[in-house]
């Protein structure tokens, strides 16, 4: 595969590491998912899931939409098929990919299989890409599967893109049970990768660990510490003891310094959280 | 109560505005994302039927309530906008706005759009108020999902299925997942298929 200029690449072994605060009331894959010992048993729970809901593969992308047309910025390729990921970054067919186009802004996942696809890329009018992207669909062998584009942090036009793809032909075998099971999977997998992409998390951050950057990102947003204990499953104690140390780290004497400093140093986005 | 029109109206206390199915007037035509839930309730010929629906569906999960509402200011408390009272608990949606009990709800802390859905039990409820408005209203589990709201960027929406089944051990993954696809479906059928209220 052939990374493509101005596409931020992923993989699962550049994730930052896992401090594993395990949020109360949160599903078990997600609890498995931060209790993953390294990169290998991650990707064997990610994979063991989407297999046992019929899935082969799985791609996490952020794209800005610019006049309804996608612009890739980051891809996480672990679960993806690689030969598929390097056709369609290297010849563009995401600009015709028309799931972005049609996915629902409430965050609906849609369903979709090859055969549409063909029908759709035969329509009077359309170019060669469309007719490429519906060939490269099925050279891959990819034939149905379940399509997410969700809103993100940092403006109106970014979205999260999430899609499942199966060998299986037709759309029939995704009923609305692999459906709910489906969606868990993306969700879970979004915070998740939302908790360590690099990139995502505030450059003044750098040495912090992720249950500080939790506990920063509660205090941004106006939480007490005894719902950031909540939310992170801590003690009130450990919360106290982290904010000591992060009020020595800023060299702040309060809560509101502390906010303000970090917002400093991240230019006050990645700590305001958001999807 | 200050305005009220068919099937809606405004709760003085934060200028919420309430609305029930009859309210709803459907699109004409569904998009291409869509479940057996939302055409389900796209066929439903009346309010009553739709109503019906949603019940069952909720009861098939293990739930008997559901509120649907979209929250602003989520910065200090998430004051609700709008709320879909129809398969809300009696007495629920007036104690907590004239109690601001949005105030001091963790649940809207603890989620964040579109993460994942959070399964809470009366006994996670620190603050006395709103445990004990639960208790009398015998409120005592429930899933709680926090999405997006389209053409609203900075109101959130929040989808709440509740129970009275004691303690959440019986929310298992396979019950998140229902819930969250009920809740989703929802979601696209009243803010994208119908439209929300701007004002009554």
Known sequence: MTPTAGITWMTDELLAPAETPVPRGRAQLMVRLLEAQDSAERKQVVRGMLHAIGFEWLAYGR?????????????????????????????????????????????LPRVWELDEVVHRSTAAGLGRGHQRFAEQLHASGMRSGVFMSLPSAGGAQERTVISLSSSASQRGWIVDSVLGQAVMLALCLHEYLSLRMPEAQPPASEGLSPMQREILRGLAQGQSDKEIAYRLNLSAH????????????????NRVQLVHAAARGSAGLALAGGA | VRVATGGAWIVPAHGTVV???????????????????????????????????????????GFQWLDYLQVDRCDRACVPVRWFASHSPPQWIERYLRESLFEVDFRHRATQPYGLPLAWELADVGERRLARLMHELGLRSGVFVSLATPGFP????????????PGRGW???GVLGRSAMLALSLHEYLAVCCGLPEGI
């Open chain 2, 171 to 173: 929310i298992d993954d």
């Open chain 2, 19 to 61: 609305y029930t199915e009859e309210w709803l007037q459907p699109a004409i035509a569904l998009s291409a994302c869509n479940t057996s839930l939302i055409r389900l309730l796209h066929e439903a010929g009346t309010a009553s039927e739709r109503r019906r629906l949603v019940r069952g569906m909720l009861a098939a999960i």
């Open chain 1, 238 to 253: 450990t919360v106290d003891y982290h904010m000591r140390r992060l009020r020595q780290r800023f060299a702040v004497r």
């Open chain 1, 63 to 107: 794209v800005s939409m610019q006049n309804d047309v996608p612009v890739p910025r980051m891809f996480f390729s672990s679960y993806a098929h690689p030969d598929w990921v390097g056709t369609y970054f290297q010849e563009r067919l995401y600009e015709v990919d028309f799931r972005h186009r049609d996915a629902s802004p409430s965050g």
């Open chain 2, 154 to 165: 900075d109101q959130r929406t929040v989808v709440s299925l509740v129970s009275g089944a």
